[in-house]
């Protein structure tokens, strides 16, 4: 896939990388979404290595976005939108250090969006406690396998689609109907 040469790439993790990957797949300006895993010790490892919470890799998305029709700021307000920035190494029933909330940067202006949104957010005590989310520099990234991909589109109907993701893409387009894209 080809993208504009100003393209950004920007790295998530806000749980169950299903339900994130669903709802910014709908974002404009997001030109590719893809599920994967960051910041771990082992070379490309798999679903079943991640979730035995033994590599330290993040479940993640990494996004692709056109800075010229979406910010970084905007993209992380949606991102603190849809998932509980306050929980370490949990988001509802996903436990273990595969969930914990993390934004993984490639450029310096990334890092300091994420830094000033999230003490914006603490100072405006936005959540009862305070956000947890950790910002480092993207590392060791590896595309999830194949059938993690588009997965809340493929199975909008399978049970944990309806319970956890549906209701997050509900909360962005809802909150942020300036940003959903045009079918």
Same mark, same amino acid.
């Given at each position: 896939? /080809?993208?504009?040469?100003? $393209? ?17 797949? /709908? ?7 893809? !599920?994967? &895993? ?8 798999? &679903?079943? /290595?991640?979730? !035995?919470?033994?590599? *330290? ?5 990494? #996004?692709? &976005? +056109?800075? /010229? ?5 905007? #993209? ?17 029933? +996903?436990?273990?250090?595969? =969930?914990? !909330? *993390? ?10 969006? $994420? ?8 100072? +405006?005590?936005?959540?009862?406690? !305070? ?6 520099? #993207?590392?060791?990234?590896?595309? $999830?396998? +194949? &059938? ?11 049970? =944990? ?23």
């Amino acid at each position: 896939m /080809q993208f504009p040469l100003h $393209a950004e790439t920007l790295v998530l993790g806000g749980g169950c990388f299903w339900c994130t990957e669903a709802v910014f797949v /709908q974002v404009k300006g997001v030109l590719d979404v893809e !599920s994967g &895993y960051c910041n771990g010790q082992a070379l490309n490892p798999t &679903y079943e /290595q991640v979730c !035995s919470g033994m590599t *330290g890799h993040n479940e993640v998305v990494k #996004l692709v &976005y +056109d800075p /010229q029709v979406i910010s970084t700021r905007v #993209l992380l307000e949606i991102f603190f939108v849809i998932h509980d920035p306050t929980t370490l190494n949990r988001q509802g029933n +996903d436990r273990g250090t595969q =969930y914990r !909330s *993390g934004i993984y940067f490639t450029t310096q202006a990334q890092a300091e969006a $994420a830094k000033t949104i999230i003490a914006e957010i603490d100072a +405006d005590d936005v959540f009862d406690s !305070s956000v947890v989310t950790e910002v480092l520099p #993207l590392q060791n990234y590896s595309a $999830a396998e +194949d &059938y993690h991909q588009d997965f809340f589109e493929r199975n909008p109907t399978q049970g =944990y689609c309806l319970a956890v993701a549906a209701p997050k893409v509900w909360k962005f387009k809802k909150t942020f109907s300036e940003w959903v894209r045009a079918k």
